[in-house]
Protein backbone atom coordinates (compact mmCIF):
# COMPACT_ATOMS: atom_id res chain seq x y z
CA UNK A 1 0.00 0.00 0.00
CA UNK A 2 0.91 3.33 -0.75
CA UNK A 3 -0.04 6.44 0.96
CA UNK A 4 -0.51 10.65 0.07
CA UNK A 5 -0.77 13.36 1.95
CA UNK A 6 -4.15 14.46 2.64
CA UNK A 7 -4.43 18.48 2.28
CA UNK A 8 -2.09 20.35 4.80
CA UNK A 9 -3.49 17.89 7.53
CA UNK A 10 0.09 16.03 8.18
CA UNK A 11 -1.50 12.62 7.48
CA UNK A 12 -0.38 10.59 5.26
CA UNK A 13 -3.74 8.14 3.82
CA UNK A 14 -3.65 4.58 2.17
CA UNK A 15 -4.25 5.86 -1.36
CA UNK A 16 -6.67 3.35 -0.89
CA UNK A 17 -9.09 3.53 1.54
CA UNK A 18 -12.10 2.24 2.84
CA UNK A 19 -15.76 3.41 2.12
CA UNK A 20 -17.94 2.18 5.04
CA UNK A 21 -21.56 3.31 3.52
CA UNK A 22 -22.19 -0.46 2.45
CA UNK A 23 -21.66 -2.02 6.05
CA UNK A 24 -23.75 0.75 7.91
CA UNK A 25 -26.60 -0.02 5.14
CA UNK A 26 -29.45 1.26 1.81
CA UNK A 27 -27.15 -1.75 -0.08
CA UNK A 28 -29.39 -4.77 0.43
CA UNK A 29 -28.85 -6.95 3.72
CA UNK A 30 -25.34 -6.88 5.29
CA UNK A 31 -24.26 -8.80 8.64
CA UNK A 32 -22.26 -6.88 10.92
CA UNK A 33 -19.91 -9.97 11.62
CA UNK A 34 -18.60 -9.87 7.96
CA UNK A 35 -18.69 -6.40 7.54
CA UNK A 36 -16.03 -5.92 10.67
CA UNK A 37 -13.98 -8.82 8.98
CA UNK A 38 -14.14 -6.20 6.11
CA UNK A 39 -12.86 -3.41 8.13
CA UNK A 40 -10.02 -5.60 9.73
CA UNK A 41 -8.88 -7.06 6.25
CA UNK A 42 -9.03 -3.31 5.23
CA UNK A 43 -6.49 -2.58 7.96
CA UNK A 44 -4.28 -5.59 7.36
CA UNK A 45 -3.77 -4.55 3.35
CA UNK A 46 -2.35 -1.00 5.20
CA UNK A 47 -5.65 1.01 4.73
CA UNK A 48 -5.89 3.81 7.32
CA UNK A 49 -8.33 5.53 5.98
CA UNK A 50 -12.09 5.42 6.59
CA UNK A 51 -14.66 7.44 5.38
CA UNK A 52 -18.47 6.97 6.94
CA UNK A 53 -21.46 9.64 7.98
CA UNK A 54 -23.34 9.90 10.93
CA UNK A 55 -26.70 8.52 8.14
CA UNK A 56 -25.31 5.15 7.50
CA UNK A 57 -27.40 2.40 9.07
CA UNK A 58 -27.67 5.64 11.78
CA UNK A 59 -24.80 5.20 13.29
CA UNK A 60 -24.12 1.51 12.19
CA UNK A 61 -21.21 2.20 9.95
CA UNK A 62 -19.88 4.57 12.46
CA UNK A 63 -20.48 2.01 15.75
CA UNK A 64 -18.20 -0.50 13.45
CA UNK A 65 -15.61 1.18 12.89
CA UNK A 66 -15.24 2.57 16.63
CA UNK A 67 -15.35 -1.20 17.69
CA UNK A 68 -12.64 -1.63 14.77
CA UNK A 69 -10.56 1.01 16.47
CA UNK A 70 -10.76 -0.85 20.30
CA UNK A 71 -9.63 -4.23 18.56
CA UNK A 72 -6.65 -2.56 16.61
CA UNK A 73 -3.31 -0.40 17.69
CA UNK A 74 -2.75 1.03 14.47
CA UNK A 75 -3.44 4.25 13.62
CA UNK A 76 -6.80 5.19 11.82
CA UNK A 77 -8.47 8.03 10.68
CA UNK A 78 -11.67 8.44 10.46
CA UNK A 79 -13.71 10.77 7.92
CA UNK A 80 -17.46 11.21 8.82
CA UNK A 81 -20.47 13.27 7.57
CA UNK A 82 -22.90 15.37 8.87
CA UNK A 83 -26.03 16.98 7.36
CA UNK A 84 -28.12 14.23 5.77
CA UNK A 85 -29.76 13.55 9.17
CA UNK A 86 -31.81 16.87 8.35
CA UNK A 87 -35.88 16.23 7.25
CA UNK A 88 -36.39 18.32 4.98
CA UNK A 89 -32.80 18.57 3.72
CA UNK A 90 -32.41 22.11 3.62
CA UNK A 91 -29.83 24.84 3.52
CA UNK A 92 -30.99 26.38 6.62
CA UNK A 93 -30.45 23.57 8.61
CA UNK A 94 -27.42 23.92 8.25
CA UNK A 95 -26.71 26.14 11.26
CA UNK A 96 -24.42 25.67 14.49
CA UNK A 97 -27.31 24.47 16.69
CA UNK A 98 -27.97 21.24 14.50
CA UNK A 99 -23.74 20.23 13.11
CA UNK A 100 -22.76 20.39 16.78
CA UNK A 101 -25.50 17.80 17.43
CA UNK A 102 -25.31 15.87 14.85
CA UNK A 103 -21.22 16.23 16.24
CA UNK A 104 -21.76 15.16 19.72
CA UNK A 105 -24.24 11.60 18.12
CA UNK A 106 -20.70 10.96 15.93
CA UNK A 107 -18.83 11.63 18.96
CA UNK A 108 -20.76 9.14 20.66
CA UNK A 109 -21.01 6.71 17.55
CA UNK A 110 -17.53 6.30 17.24
CA UNK A 111 -16.33 6.42 21.11
CA UNK A 112 -13.87 9.48 20.69
CA UNK A 113 -13.79 12.49 22.51
CA UNK A 114 -12.64 14.24 18.98
CA UNK A 115 -13.85 14.07 15.02
CA UNK A 116 -10.83 13.51 12.78
CA UNK A 117 -12.31 14.90 10.06
CA UNK A 118 -15.97 16.11 9.27
CA UNK A 119 -17.64 16.55 6.53
CA UNK A 120 -20.66 18.50 5.05
CA UNK A 121 -22.86 15.44 3.40
CA UNK A 122 -23.60 16.90 0.27
CA UNK A 123 -25.76 19.97 1.35
CA UNK A 124 -27.59 22.59 -0.77
CA UNK A 125 -25.69 24.69 -3.22
CA UNK A 126 -26.55 27.68 -1.38
CA UNK A 127 -25.27 26.46 1.89
CA UNK A 128 -21.64 27.17 0.08
CA UNK A 129 -22.90 30.95 0.35
CA UNK A 130 -23.30 30.69 3.86
CA UNK A 131 -19.64 32.13 5.51
CA UNK A 132 -21.18 31.98 8.88
CA UNK A 133 -21.77 28.00 8.73
CA UNK A 134 -17.65 27.78 8.19
CA UNK A 135 -17.05 30.21 10.65
CA UNK A 136 -18.55 27.73 12.82
CA UNK A 137 -17.15 24.67 11.68
CA UNK A 138 -13.80 26.53 12.73
CA UNK A 139 -14.83 27.27 16.18
CA UNK A 140 -15.84 23.55 16.63
CA UNK A 141 -12.09 23.20 15.52
CA UNK A 142 -11.12 25.42 18.12
CA UNK A 143 -13.24 23.63 21.04
CA UNK A 144 -11.63 20.64 20.23
CA UNK A 145 -14.69 19.02 18.90
CA UNK A 146 -13.05 18.36 15.54
CA UNK A 147 -9.53 18.13 14.35
CA UNK A 148 -10.35 19.10 10.44
CA UNK A 149 -13.36 19.79 8.24
CA UNK A 150 -14.13 19.40 4.82
CA UNK A 151 -16.92 18.85 2.36
CA UNK A 152 -18.55 16.17 0.53
CA UNK A 153 -19.96 17.85 -2.35
CA UNK A 154 -22.34 16.46 -5.91
CA UNK A 155 -20.89 19.20 -7.96
CA UNK A 156 -17.59 20.75 -9.21
CA UNK A 157 -18.88 24.28 -9.14
CA UNK A 158 -19.74 23.52 -5.17
CA UNK A 159 -16.37 22.15 -4.48
CA UNK A 160 -14.54 25.25 -6.06
CA UNK A 161 -16.80 27.12 -4.27
CA UNK A 162 -16.22 25.26 -0.61
CA UNK A 163 -11.86 25.64 -1.43
CA UNK A 164 -12.23 29.08 -1.44
CA UNK A 165 -12.79 28.77 2.35
CA UNK A 166 -9.53 28.85 3.72
CA UNK A 167 -10.43 25.83 6.72
CA UNK A 168 -11.58 23.45 3.83
CA UNK A 169 -9.44 20.19 3.97
CA UNK A 170 -10.75 18.11 2.00
CA UNK A 171 -13.47 17.55 -0.87
CA UNK A 172 -14.88 14.25 -1.46
CA UNK A 173 -16.49 14.35 -5.17
CA UNK A 174 -18.07 11.58 -7.54
CA UNK A 175 -14.68 10.38 -10.08
CA UNK A 176 -13.92 7.32 -11.71
CA UNK A 177 -14.12 6.18 -14.93
CA UNK A 178 -17.58 7.22 -15.91
CA UNK A 179 -16.77 10.80 -14.35
CA UNK A 180 -13.72 12.91 -15.48
CA UNK A 181 -14.92 16.08 -15.20
CA UNK A 182 -13.11 16.97 -12.09
CA UNK A 183 -9.93 16.19 -13.31
CA UNK A 184 -10.10 19.58 -15.51
CA UNK A 185 -10.12 22.72 -13.70
CA UNK A 186 -11.01 21.02 -10.23
CA UNK A 187 -8.32 19.11 -9.51
CA UNK A 188 -5.83 22.05 -10.51
CA UNK A 189 -7.52 24.20 -7.94
CA UNK A 190 -7.39 21.75 -5.06
CA UNK A 191 -3.49 21.13 -6.13
CA UNK A 192 -2.87 24.88 -5.78
CA UNK A 193 -4.83 25.04 -2.01
CA UNK A 194 -3.71 21.92 -1.19
CA UNK A 195 -6.65 20.89 -0.42
CA UNK A 196 -7.27 16.89 -0.27
CA UNK A 197 -9.50 14.77 -3.03
CA UNK A 198 -11.54 11.81 -2.15
CA UNK A 199 -12.23 9.96 -4.97
CA UNK A 200 -16.02 8.21 -3.86
CA UNK A 201 -17.84 5.90 -5.72
CA UNK A 202 -14.58 5.19 -7.35
CA UNK A 203 -16.26 1.59 -8.51
CA UNK A 204 -19.53 3.24 -10.22
CA UNK A 205 -21.63 1.40 -7.76
CA UNK A 206 -20.03 -2.04 -8.18
CA UNK A 207 -20.71 -1.11 -11.76
CA UNK A 208 -16.99 -1.11 -12.75
CA UNK A 209 -16.17 -4.38 -11.27
CA UNK A 210 -17.24 -5.85 -14.27
CA UNK A 211 -19.33 -8.51 -12.58
CA UNK A 212 -22.94 -6.64 -13.28
CA UNK A 213 -25.32 -7.83 -16.11
CA UNK A 214 -28.54 -7.25 -17.75
CA UNK A 215 -30.25 -9.75 -15.49
CA UNK A 216 -28.45 -8.87 -12.39
CA UNK A 217 -31.37 -8.82 -9.37
CA UNK A 218 -30.71 -5.86 -6.22
CA UNK A 219 -32.56 -6.43 -3.09
CA UNK A 220 -35.50 -3.92 -2.37
CA UNK A 221 -33.25 -2.26 0.13
CA UNK A 222 -30.41 -1.51 -2.40
CA UNK A 223 -30.24 1.81 -3.60
CA UNK A 224 -29.22 0.38 -7.11
CA UNK A 225 -32.94 -0.74 -7.06
CA UNK A 226 -34.64 1.88 -5.50
CA UNK A 227 -32.34 4.24 -6.55
CA UNK A 228 -31.86 3.67 -9.98
CA UNK A 229 -33.85 6.65 -11.15
CA UNK A 230 -32.81 9.19 -8.34
CA UNK A 231 -36.22 8.30 -6.40
CA UNK A 232 -34.56 8.59 -3.10
CA UNK A 233 -31.33 11.06 -3.78
CA UNK A 234 -29.35 12.02 -5.63
CA UNK A 235 -29.50 10.02 -9.10
CA UNK A 236 -25.38 10.53 -9.28
CA UNK A 237 -25.08 8.31 -6.40
CA UNK A 238 -26.24 5.44 -7.62
CA UNK A 239 -24.35 3.80 -10.77
CA UNK A 240 -22.54 7.47 -10.83
CA UNK A 241 -25.59 8.28 -13.31
CA UNK A 242 -24.98 6.40 -16.17
CA UNK A 243 -27.67 4.70 -17.53
CA UNK A 244 -27.55 1.05 -16.61
CA UNK A 245 -27.31 -0.67 -20.50
CA UNK A 246 -25.30 2.06 -21.26
CA UNK A 247 -22.68 1.62 -18.28
CA UNK A 248 -22.64 -2.11 -18.96
CA UNK A 249 -21.79 -1.47 -22.64
CA UNK A 250 -18.86 1.17 -21.52
CA UNK A 251 -17.56 -1.44 -19.22
CA UNK A 252 -17.58 -4.16 -21.68
CA UNK A 253 -15.33 -1.73 -23.50
CA UNK A 254 -13.64 -0.91 -20.10
CA UNK A 255 -12.54 -4.84 -20.07
CA UNK A 256 -10.70 -5.12 -23.10
CA UNK A 257 -8.41 -3.01 -21.66
CA UNK A 258 -7.45 -4.53 -18.09
CA UNK A 259 -4.17 -6.42 -18.34
CA UNK A 260 -3.69 -9.80 -17.71
CA UNK A 261 -3.91 -10.67 -14.15
CA UNK A 262 -5.38 -7.85 -13.01
CA UNK A 263 -8.97 -7.34 -12.20
CA UNK A 264 -11.88 -4.58 -14.40
CA UNK A 265 -12.14 -3.60 -10.18
CA UNK A 266 -8.16 -2.68 -9.79
CA UNK A 267 -7.94 -1.66 -13.38
CA UNK A 268 -10.26 1.29 -12.35
CA UNK A 269 -8.92 1.69 -9.38
CA UNK A 270 -6.01 2.09 -10.85
CA UNK A 271 -6.93 4.38 -13.06
CA UNK A 272 -8.13 6.93 -10.20
CA UNK A 273 -4.58 6.87 -8.74
CA UNK A 274 -3.26 7.91 -12.54
CA UNK A 275 -4.50 11.24 -11.14
CA UNK A 276 -1.62 13.28 -8.55
CA UNK A 277 -4.49 15.40 -7.02
CA UNK A 278 -6.34 12.83 -5.68
CA UNK A 279 -5.72 11.72 -2.05
CA UNK A 280 -7.31 8.16 -2.30
CA UNK A 281 -9.90 6.40 -3.51
CA UNK A 282 -12.43 4.90 -1.34
CA UNK A 283 -14.13 2.00 -2.35
CA UNK A 284 -17.31 0.28 -1.07
CA UNK A 285 -16.78 -3.41 0.33
CA UNK A 286 -18.73 -5.55 2.19
CA UNK A 287 -16.37 -8.78 2.24
CA UNK A 288 -13.09 -9.15 3.21
CA UNK A 289 -11.92 -10.36 -0.35
CA UNK A 290 -13.27 -7.48 -1.97
CA UNK A 291 -11.36 -5.10 0.38
CA UNK A 292 -7.74 -7.36 -0.58
CA UNK A 293 -8.28 -7.29 -4.59
CA UNK A 294 -9.48 -3.67 -4.10
CA UNK A 295 -6.06 -2.45 -1.72
CA UNK A 296 -3.74 -4.77 -3.95
CA UNK A 297 -4.68 -2.18 -7.30
CA UNK A 298 -2.31 0.45 -5.06
CA UNK A 299 0.37 -1.97 -5.99
CA UNK A 300 -0.13 -1.96 -9.61
CA UNK A 301 2.32 -0.35 -12.48
CA UNK A 302 1.35 3.00 -13.56
CA UNK A 303 -1.16 2.77 -16.73
CA UNK A 304 0.26 2.93 -20.13
CA UNK A 305 -0.81 6.06 -21.67
CA UNK A 306 -2.77 3.86 -24.31
CA UNK A 307 -4.59 2.70 -21.64
CA UNK A 308 -5.22 5.94 -20.29
CA UNK A 309 -6.42 7.28 -23.64
CA UNK A 310 -8.67 4.52 -24.27
CA UNK A 311 -10.09 5.20 -20.99
CA UNK A 312 -10.90 8.95 -22.31
CA UNK A 313 -11.86 7.97 -26.05
CA UNK A 314 -14.89 5.43 -24.26
CA UNK A 315 -15.55 7.79 -21.82
CA UNK A 316 -16.45 10.64 -24.15
CA UNK A 317 -18.09 8.31 -26.87
CA UNK A 318 -19.88 6.13 -24.44
CA UNK A 319 -20.80 8.26 -21.30
CA UNK A 320 -19.89 11.69 -21.49
CA UNK A 321 -23.37 13.17 -22.79
CA UNK A 322 -25.13 11.79 -19.86
CA UNK A 323 -23.21 13.18 -17.38
CA UNK A 324 -20.23 15.45 -17.63
CA UNK A 325 -22.94 18.86 -17.71
CA UNK A 326 -25.09 16.99 -15.19
CA UNK A 327 -22.23 17.79 -12.54
N1 LIG B 1 -22.82 11.62 -0.61
C1 LIG B 1 -21.71 11.09 -0.21
O1 LIG B 1 -20.92 11.73 0.45
C2 LIG B 1 -21.37 9.68 -0.62
C3 LIG B 1 -22.17 9.05 -1.56
C4 LIG B 1 -21.77 7.79 -2.01
C5 LIG B 1 -20.64 7.19 -1.50
N2 LIG B 1 -19.90 7.83 -0.55
C6 LIG B 1 -18.69 7.22 0.02
O2 LIG B 1 -17.92 6.62 -1.00
C7 LIG B 1 -17.74 5.24 -0.72
C8 LIG B 1 -17.63 4.44 -2.00
O3 LIG B 1 -18.74 4.58 -2.82
P1 LIG B 1 -19.87 3.45 -2.92
O4 LIG B 1 -19.72 2.48 -1.77
O5 LIG B 1 -21.16 4.14 -3.10
O6 LIG B 1 -19.56 2.74 -4.30
P2 LIG B 1 -18.33 1.93 -4.91
O7 LIG B 1 -17.17 2.00 -4.02
O8 LIG B 1 -18.21 2.38 -6.31
O9 LIG B 1 -18.93 0.44 -4.94
C9 LIG B 1 -18.91 -0.33 -3.78
C10 LIG B 1 -19.65 -1.65 -3.96
O10 LIG B 1 -19.13 -2.40 -5.06
C11 LIG B 1 -19.04 -3.78 -4.70
N3 LIG B 1 -17.61 -4.12 -4.72
C12 LIG B 1 -16.59 -3.47 -4.12
N4 LIG B 1 -15.41 -4.05 -4.40
C13 LIG B 1 -15.67 -5.09 -5.19
C14 LIG B 1 -14.86 -6.05 -5.82
N5 LIG B 1 -13.55 -6.06 -5.69
N6 LIG B 1 -15.46 -7.00 -6.58
C15 LIG B 1 -16.80 -7.01 -6.73
N7 LIG B 1 -17.63 -6.11 -6.17
C16 LIG B 1 -17.07 -5.16 -5.40
C17 LIG B 1 -19.68 -3.93 -3.31
O11 LIG B 1 -21.10 -4.15 -3.41
P3 LIG B 1 -21.77 -5.55 -3.82
O12 LIG B 1 -20.88 -6.64 -3.34
O13 LIG B 1 -23.11 -5.52 -3.18
O14 LIG B 1 -21.90 -5.49 -5.32
C18 LIG B 1 -19.46 -2.54 -2.75
O15 LIG B 1 -20.35 -2.21 -1.72
C19 LIG B 1 -18.96 4.90 0.16
O16 LIG B 1 -18.80 3.69 0.87
C20 LIG B 1 -19.01 6.12 1.02
O17 LIG B 1 -18.02 6.05 2.04
C21 LIG B 1 -20.23 9.08 -0.12
Redesign the pocket.
Known amino acids: MKYRELGRTGWKVSEISF????IGGA??NVDDGESLDALRAAVDCGVNFI???DVYGMGRSERLIAQLKRERKEEIVVAT?AGRRLSPHTADGYNAKNLSEFIEDSLRNLSTDCLDLVQL??PPTDVYYRPELFAALDRMVEAGKIRYYGV?VERVEEALKAIEYPGVQSV?IIFNCFRHRPAELLFEQAKRRKVGILA???????ML?G?LALDSQFAADDHRNFNRHGEAFDVG?TFSGVDYKTALRAVEELCALVPEGVSM?QFALRWILMFEAVTCA?????RPA?VR??SAASDLPPLSDTAMNAVREIYQRRVRAAVHQRW
Not at 200 to 206: D, E, I
Request: charged letters at 20%; glycine letters at 16%.
Open positions: GAWAWGDTAKHCSQRVPLASGTKEAIPGGKQEN
